[in-house]
């Protein structure tokens, strides 16, 4: 049996970037040779959208709560390698009413997922915003939450939240991992924030997310950024995210992804170490704000 990982990107508050961040990571975990799924709980289903997973069956979520469906009848493969989507379905508005029904319903989600584990190294959940019963039933499933934090005030009072919701419960096996998303640092709120954040909050991730064009046109490419501009700021950026994301999991990167325009991302053994932040400066064309976005680089 595989010892799979559960990672739920989440956030109570929408538009911070989570679905482009769980897709892009997604990809990053399969590209470095992970067998990796995503789960699009989001009834929305933006993250379906961008990778062209529609469903070839269809599974209401009462169907899948009530244990009359198994969701390995429902893989879709994506494209790309090693990289399959359980598609998001309008019925998931309803997760909670169905969850409500069942005995211990904050489990539930916990053992639907463990007909996935022969199969998959890592599953990514994209969940709604929001706090619900499916929500809690994700950090109940969850081995850690990938967290994208806008520099703003409430959304770090809602990671205090959630940081003390997981204590409350008792949940000391799992691994918070909020980020920066959307940074502009032309702006001196993003930056005090962003100072202040990391000396109360001592977990967040190095690497930030600059507020990026490239990032929003994700939705009119419908693609993973890493897949069709690997090499640029922003995909670099994404890339350190994964690798930070994997080495905090303890498990290292056991390979390297290499980004290349022209082919499928090479891989290296071994991931190189962090070394400490170094500005990377807009460029005509490569997407990002005519502020400094700055981002852990590594060693070559």
């Not at 508050?13 to 799924?37: H, I, Q, R, S, W």
């Not at 997310?209 to 490419?221: A, F, Q, T």
Request: charged share 20%; net charge positive.
């Amino acid at each position: 049996m595989h010892d799979m990982k559960i990672m739920a990107v989440t956030n109570i508050k929408g538009g911070v970037g989570k679905t482009t961040t769980a897709v892009n990571l997604a990809f990053l975990c399969a590209a470095a040779g992970k067998t990796t799924l995503l789960w699009d709980l989001d009834p929305q289903g933006a993250a379906t959208y961008i990778l062209r997973c529609e469903a070839s069956e269809h599974a209401s979520a009462k169907k899948l709560v009530h244990g009359k469906r198994e969701l390995p009848e429902l893989l879709v493969p994506s494209g790309y390698d090693k990289l399959d989507v359980i598609p998001s379905d309008f019925s998931y508005r309803n997760f909670d009413v169905h969850l409500s029904e069942r005995k211990r319903p904050t489990e539930r989600l916990l053992k639907m997922s463990r007909s996935l584990r022969e199969l998959y190294s890592t599953l990514f959940l994209d969940c709604p915003p929001g706090i619900s019963l499916l929500s809690e039933n994700v950090l109940r499933a969850a081995d850690a939450v990938v967290v994208p934090l806008l520099p703003t005030p409430l959304s770090v009072r809602m990671l205090d939240q959630l940081r003390d919701f997981i204590a409350a419960n008792g949940w000391a096996d799992l691994t918070l991992l909020p980020f920066f998303s959307m940074v502009d640092r032309r702006k001196s709120l993003h930056q005090d924030i962003i100072a202040s954040t990391r000396e109360s909050f001592p977990e967040i991730l190095a690497t930030e997310v600059p507020y990026s064009s490239e990032i929003e046109r994700m939705s009119l490419r419908r693609a993973p950024l890493p897949a069709y501009s690997p090499g640029s700021a922003v995909g670099q950026v994404y890339s350190a995210l994964w690798h930070e994301i994997d080495a905090r999991m303890g498990r290292g990167s056991s390979k390297r992804v290499v980004p290349s325009r022209d082919a499928a991302p090479e891989v290296s053994p071994v991931a190189p170490p962090y070394m400490p932040f170094q500005p990377i400066r807009s460029e005509p064309g490569n997407g990002l704000t005519t502020s400094i976005a700055y981002t852990p680089m590594v060693k070559p």
